[in-house]
């Protein structure tokens, strides 16, 4: 069986209610797939399938980051025909991880999503890999295990800062505070010295990142995981 990997992606592109648009983060995307497409078949499902769009903000930030121009403009076929994520229920056995790439929208669908909480826990209690990066990791938020227990007890975990969200200005947006939720629930918050700094984190199968420097270190975590 070939080695693959399920990619899962926000299907929002804007704050529900408000004239704000938001998406995927781009190099979240960008720097996890140029690492580990050459070793492993990436799979991209979204709640909604289709298309995803990139974050407007992630573009105008990673105009000099290479993967992430190229990733853009080359790769659409990649982020634009996703797959359903609810036709991946079951199938965890296909595949050696999941990661859920970061953005604002995660924390408006993934973290309430029932079928994507149900497919988080069924890659969890199948033995395999399971990462996400920065706001991503609000797709683990409200995930529990079949015995009840929430994916995230007794892990260490780190995920998007109260300091992060205060700088972009979005704490009045997110429907909750992340780094309050992973305090609740985990082990063990974790985060770097200074806002945007990389912090990756690894408790056994569960790798988390910080932010968008962390991507591409979630990512070598995921490939020492697997190795």
Request: charged share 25%.
């Amino acid at each position: 069986m070939p080695a693959k990997i399920l990619f899962i992606v926000t299907s929002v592109a804007k704050v529900p209610g408000k004239d704000i648009n938001i998406g995927f983060w781009l190099p979240e995307f960008a720097d996890p797939y140029f690492l580990l497409s050459p070793k492993y078949e990436l799979v991209v499902a979204s709640p909604k399938g289709g298309a995803t769009i990139p974050d407007p903000t992630s573009i105008q930030l990673s105009a000099q980051d290479a993967n992430a121009v190229k990733f853009l403009n080359e790769k659409k076929d990649v982020y634009q025909n996703t797959q359903k994520l609810s036709s991946f229920l079951g199938k965890a056995d296909e595949f050696d991880a999941v990661y859920v790439v970061g953005g604002h929208g995660p924390m408006f669908d993934l973290a309430s999503d029932s079928e994507s909480q149900t497919l988080i826990a069924e890659f969890w209690e199948k033995g395999k890999i399971v990462a996400a990066d920065c706001a991503g990791v609000g797709s683990l938020a409200n995930v529990r295990l079949s015995s009840g227990d929430h994916i995230l007890k007794g892990k260490k975990v780190t995920g998007f800062s109260k300091a992060e969200v205060d700088v972009l200005g979005f704490g009045d947006v997110v429907p909750f505070l992340l780094e309050d939720k992973l305090q609740e629930e985990s082990d063990g918050y974790e985060k770097a010295d200074a806002v945007w700094e990389a912090h990756v984190v690894r408790s056994g199968r569960l790798i988390t990142g910080q932010n968008p420097a962390s991507a591409a270190g979630v990512a070598e975590a995921i490939l020492e995981a697997l190795a």
